[in-house]
């Protein structure tokens, strides 16, 4: 089955206390991302990846790195976590080109609620 | 920098009915691509439709349509036949060329049985 997966679907954490969630997806999309969702504000882009190697900010970079080893495989890393980094998280990906098939359509995982105390 | 307004924080519509959320955008670029997402409960986010604003033929899926208005940065989406599945939070977005996403606030959709 096409998905994009994320791991772990919950977390609860302390300040400061590092914590990486995964992102795998097994469609072989060149374009992947990370969006995080708070109430009344929607999904903002944290940062996004074209290709290998390549990765970019987005809206709300800071606090947070991703990298981009492998096509499939695109994780969020929180280096120093703060209260201010609640929130419900989302990896996407899709293919990018106009001849791609489903080009520019996102394929969402199933979001990861992370909690900061 | 692009934004994407949503002006409706919640809707309603009676069981079987029409029902059409708006979406504004700001953008000076001419070629982008509009969507509309579905969150239901599950929170699980789920593609409606989708348009290229090059195309001016107005997308339709089934019983989702909208009403793209490239002039005035309008994206509206209509629902019709409302269905007690179609209840959730109703996103819009929208993709510049260089591939940074923006999504609205999100409007949230009840359907009376």
């Known amino acids: 089955e096409a998905q994009v997966t994320q791991n772990p679907r919950y977390l609860i954490t302390v300040t400061g206390k590092k914590l990486t969630v995964t992102c795998s997806q097994n469609?072989?999309?060149?374009?992947m991302s990370w969006y995080r969702q708070d109430p009344g504000l929607g999904l903002r882009q944290i940062y996004y990846?074209?290709?290998?190697?390549?990765?970019d900010k987005g809206d709300v970079p800071e606090g947070y790195k991703v990298s981009r080893k492998e096509k499939r495989n695109f994780p969020l890393i929180l280096e120093s976590p703060s209260p201010n980094q609640t929130s419900l998280y989302f990896c996407?990906?899709?293919?990018?080109?106009?001849?791609?098939?489903?080009?520019?359509?996102?394929?969402f995982g199933a979001g990861s609620r992370l909690t900061v105390l | 920098a692009q934004t994407v307004t949503q002006s409706q924080p919640e809707m309603s519509v009676q069981e079987a009915e029409t029902v059409t959320l708006s979406c504004t955008y700001d953008?000076?670029?001419?070629?982008?691509?509009l969507f509309w997402y579905k969150q239901p409960p599950s929170r699980q986010m789920i593609l409606v439709i989708r348009?290229?604003?090059?195309?001016?033929q107005n997308a339709t899926e089934n019983r989702f349509s909208v009403n793209f208005q490239k002039a005035a940065k309008s994206f509206s989406l209509k629902i019709s036949d409302s269905q007690l599945g179609d209840a959730a939070m109703y996103f819009c977005?929208?993709?510049?060329?260089?591939?940074?996403?923006?999504f609205g606030t999100g409007t949230s959709l009840t359907v009376i049985p």
């Open positions: 996407a990906s899709s293919p990018i080109g106009q001849g791609a098939s489903g080009a520019n359509v996102l394929t």
């Open positions: 469609m072989n999309h060149e374009y």
């Open positions: 990846s074209m290709n290998v190697e390549v990765t």
């Open positions: 953008t000076s670029e001419s070629d982008y691509y």
């Open positions: 348009q290229e604003a090059y195309k001016q």
């Open positions: 977005a929208y993709r510049r060329t260089g591939n940074q996403f923006y």
